[in-house]
């Protein structure tokens, strides 16, 4: 198992629902509003394995004192394998500059 973090990666809507339901985030019936949100965000994590979608995260920040991480999932078939630890790591070291 390969794991990839990404800050920089492209997300496709279909395999964010996939994930997002996979978790059962009722956030999956909304993708018009999920994928906005989330590529607007300060900061957005991937992992992938085999470049498949496993996880994500994300970070919203008012840039001076209080950062929020509203969004972290990783696929039910992939949990307690320091994936979440993994992104929200990347995340944090991204907000800290």
């Known amino acids: 198992m390969e794991l990839e973090l990404s800050l920089e990666d492209d997300i ?3 395999e964010v629902i996939e994930l997002y339901k996979a978790n059962g985030w009722s956030s999956a019936e909304k993708p018009e ?3 906005p949100a989330l590529k607007n965000s300060d900061a957005l994590v991937t992992a992938r ?9 994300n970070a919203i920040s008012d840039g001076s004192l209080v950062v929020y991480y509203p969004h972290m999932l990783v696929h039910p078939d992939h949990k307690r394998k ?3 630890r993994s992104m929200m790591e990347l995340l944090q070291k991204r907000i800290e500059r």
């Open 49 to 57: 394995i085999s470049g498949k979608l496993v996880g994500i995260g």
């Open 82 to 84: 320091g994936i979440g």
């Open 33 to 35: 509003k999920l994928i």
């Open 12 to 14: 496709e809507t279909d």
